[in-house]
């Protein structure tokens, strides 16, 4: 048993994993600060009138719904996505994602 594990540790070391097939994955959607301007712009507009009741964000996730309360002044400004990933970045008003 033990040499069993020391070949596959080895196999893989050695690169013989197989590879992901190409249609395993589907090319992201990246949506970028610019994309996300109107609801940065209505979230400040929601914090102006009423900072304690701002602001919920949703996403779709596989067959769900996302959803969730930003803090402070935390803005949307990246997403990409495929058909098995989601990442999403949010950073404080007047942050991007560089700084």
Known sequence: MRKLGIIALATVLAGGLPAIPAKAQSAPQVR???????????????RARDAGSCCAFSAPVLDRTL???????????????????LILEFVPQGATVEN
């Open 67 to 85: 959803a969730f309360w930003l803090f402070d002044s935390f803005e949307p400004v990246y997403e990409a996505r495929n058909d098995r990933q």
């Open 32 to 46: 970028t600060a610019p994309d996300f301007s109107g609801i940065v712009s209505e979230y400040r507009e929601k």
